[in-house]
């Protein structure tokens, strides 16, 4: 029977295992050498018994180990995928750069340039709300667009402008997708004398400056509707405190034809903009009437 020796490694084993073993990724060599012990002891004859409480350890700090080596494994993994991922969109956002820059299907701006040309646009945006003669709004007020002052006309999509105030009804004529003209109808007894309580159209600020204090002439191309059409109708070009034109009567043919009237719009003494109005109404004597608009003209007259 072997004698019965109790090996020793001449130090406290959890300050060998927790310095030596758990200090180092290499768990199966460690425990290996536990083994070796154990063959060479018995080799010559004798048992070695190493201490329960080292085999424990040596058990429980390799199960540690591999669990921590397996999820650093995994992390690890995880780390790779991740950084392959950032690697492929970095070259492929490198390669579509280069073919951008290559082809000319985009532009790449710098921050360099970026700001100062944002900053333009939106100072170019804001100069060109706050000139005037740039109302440009689809259906706003009626503008010269600093063009020709001596004849501005308001004729086809223009003529969205027109505002259906009061007691009226404002319906558009379309010829394709184009407005051709305005059906202007109201009943009887529905609208008031002031000008901006009827159907009309407003002027901004660069028409009552280029027209203050000038004679303008007024023409208005129109016809009865049908059915219901209005034996006449009436034209008042309002300048606010100013004063008005007063009410233009008109008798209406069964045909479109211009009619017209001179006014001298009074010079500006206020401050205040866009209150002149251009305002048509049907003569509605009973029931509901209604005019055709085709055009409206104003022309500026020389002195």
């Known amino acids: 029977m072997p004698k019965m020796v109790d090996v020793t490694l001449g130090f406290p084993a959890q300050n060998f295992f927790r310095d030596f073993v758990i200090g180092t990724e290499e768990i199966d060599e460690h425990c290996h050498f536990i083994v070796m012990i154990e063959k060479i002891s018995r080799k010559k004859g004798v048992r070695a018994n190493v201490s329960r409480a080292q085999c424990f350890y040596v058990k429980v ?14 992390r690890s993994n995880a780390l790779n995928k991740i950084d392959s991922m950032r690697l492929s969109l970095a070259y492929n956002a490198a390669k579509r750069e280069n073919a951008v820059k290559v082809q000319g299907t985009n532009y790449c701006m710098s921050d360099l340039f970026f700001y100062p040309v944002a900053l333009l646009a939106a100072l170019a945006i804001i100069a060109g709300a706050a000139l005037p003669g740039r109302d440009r709004l689809a259906c706003g007020s009626v503008s010269g667009a600093g063009t020709n002052y001596q004849n501005v006309e308001v004729v086809g ?17 379309m010829t394709g997708e184009e407005i051709s003209s305005l059906i202007v109808t109201a009943g009887a007894g529905m609208l008031g004398d002031r000008p901006e309580r009827n159907p009309h159209f407003r002027l901004a600020a660069d028409l009552e400056q280029q027209f203050a204090g000038r004679r303008v002439r007024v023409t208005v191309e129109a016809k009865p509707t049908q059915p219901r059409g209005a034996l006449a109708f009436e034209m008042n070009y309002s300048a606010g405190q100013e004063g008005n034109s007063g009410w233009q009567l008109f008798n209406l043919t069964p045909e479109y034809r211009p009619y017209s009237f001179v006014w001298n719009v009074p010079p500006r003494e206020g401050t205040e903009q866009a209150i002149d109005y251009l305002s048509i109404r049907p003569i509605v004597p009973e029931g509901t009437r209604g005019v055709e608009i085709r055009s409206v003209r104003f022309e500026r007259l020389p002195d």
């Open 157 to 173: 999509d223009d003529l969205c402008r027109m505002v259906a105030a009061g007691q009226s009804d404002i319906d558009r004529v």
């Open 61 to 74: 700090v390799r199960l540690s180990r591999v669990h921590q080596a397996l999820s650093a494994q995994k």
